[in-house]
T-cell receptor
Framework: DTAVSQTPKYLVTQMGNDKSIKCEQN?????MYWYKQDSKKFLKIMFS???????INETVPNRFSPKSPDKAHLNLHINSLELGDSAVYFC?????????????FGDGTRLSIL | RKEVEQDPGPFNVPEGATVAFNCTYS??????FFWYRQDCRKEPKLLMS???SGNEDGRFTAQLNRASQYISLLIRDSKLSDSATYLC?????????????FGRGTQLTVWP
């Protein structure tokens, strides 16, 4: 069984479009995250939710809006996509929001903007 | 200055070799430290946590030097399957929130 699953795995779209990425975890974890890994391979946190409550909101354009309908799901909606949004987006989860907890990652969504 | 600095490599070693990676972090208040492994075009996976006294897991040994704000990972008897990028990960500014900072990663290739 997949612990953290993201859909779609690949997303190719044109500039200006709006798209969503979905994430679900079946580990019973309280905390979920969105990360962006750019072409230079740096993995940077974007958002974190603990029990549906936003706890980390890094400096991310407000075109990016996370939504957590319940603690097992954290979706990411992106408006007006730009070329610089091309990256791999990883969802992750951890037992709690404490930083000594390991994070479990989904296998990523590869977003390409044409 | 970046939160976590790593030598990106690449390190190319023969099977059976011992290889060591280093990492430095900028926040002296950091309390949680990890090594993650990322295979090409895959997700990062936890390799091991790093404890103050140092810890070992099979062929892998992690060390932490708080005074120098330095973390290391030693891999003994390298296997072909060890080829991957190794990410040094540190938590944020003394916060208990799950804010982790990832290094750029050190690429390792083990050849037969």
């Amino acid at each position: 069984d997949t612990a953290v699953s993201q859909t779609p795995k690949y997303l190719v779209t044109q500039m200006g479009n709006d798209k969503s990425i979905k994430c679900e975890q079946n580990l019973g974890h309280d905390t979920m995250y969105w990360y962006k890994q750019d072409s230079k391979k740096f993995l940077k946190i974007m958002f974190s939710y603990n029990n549906k409550e936003l706890i980390i909101n890094e400096t991310v354009p407000n075109r990016f809006s996370p939504k957590s309908p319940d603690k097992a799901h954290l979706n990411l909606h992106i408006n007006s996509l730009e070329l610089g949004d091309s990256a791999v987006y990883f969802c992750a989860s951890s037992q709690s929001g404490f930083s000594n907890q390991p994070q479990h990652f989904g296998d990523g969504t590869r977003l390409s903007i044409l | 200055r970046k939160e976590v600095e790593q030598d990106p490599g690449p390190f190319n070693v023969p099977e059976g070799a011992t290889v060591a990676f280093n990492c430095t972090y900028s926040n002296s208040a950091s309390q949680s430290f990890f090594w993650y492994r990322q295979d090409c075009r895959k997700e990062p996976k936890l390799l091991m946590s790093v404890y103050s006294s140092g810890n070992e897991d099979g062929r892998f040994t992690a060390q932490l030097n708080r005074a120098s704000q330095y973390i290391s990972l030693l891999i003994r008897d390298s296997k072909l399957s060890d080829s991957a990028t190794y990410l040094c990960v540190v938590n944020g500014r003394g916060s208990t929130l799950g804010r982790l900072y990832f290094g750029r990663g050190t690429q390792l290739t083990v050849w037969p």
